[in-house]
């Protein structure tokens, strides 16, 4: 048998949690787009900073600029045409080579430089004669 104040009960307990949905809901509406607003400028890349010239690079990061393998850069490195360090304990020279920013942009710059002057203009060798057409063409006498 049902008492009679139950039955208002549940039907108040149930417009009550109708209004507190309600409510939750709203309020979550707002707080979710916030949250998805958060979320996107937190997923947009941070703008890459200038490199600092002090910055330490590795083998591998010096070879990516020239695009060269990091074996070619070592060999730079011995021969003593890229300046390096090798960062340690303290007491002994670490196993790994580090390049400063600033020495990889020197280095750069100065191959740049000797390959301008390298390629310089064209010039035929002595005793070519030129073809009709224009282009170089060895003068061969016929003895």
Avoid at 4 to 10: H, K, N, P, S
Avoid at 11 to 18: D, F, I, M
Avoid at 39 to 50: K, Y
């Amino acid at each position: 048998m049902r008492h009679q104040g139950t039955d208002r009960l549940f039907g108040v307990e149930a417009a009550l949690r109708y209004l507190v949905r309600d409510v939750v809901r709203d309020e979550l509406r707002y707080l979710r787009e916030d949250i998805i607003v958060w979320i996107q400028t937190r997923e947009t890349p941070a703008p890459q900073n200038e490199p600092k010239p002090d910055e330490l690079l590795t083998v591998g990061q010096v070879a990516s600029a020239p695009q060269v393998v990091p074996g070619t850069v070592r060999a730079w490195i011995q021969s003593g045409a890229m300046r390096a360090s090798r960062p340690g304990n303290g007491a002994q020279p670490g196993r790994t080579y580090r390049v400063r920013r600033e020495d990889l942009d020197a280095f750069v710059a100065a191959s740049e430089g000797r390959l301008a002057q390298h390629r310089g203009p064209i010039v035929p060798p002595p005793g070519a004669v030129e073809k009709r057409d224009g282009s170089p063409s060895e003068d061969h006498e016929v003895t």
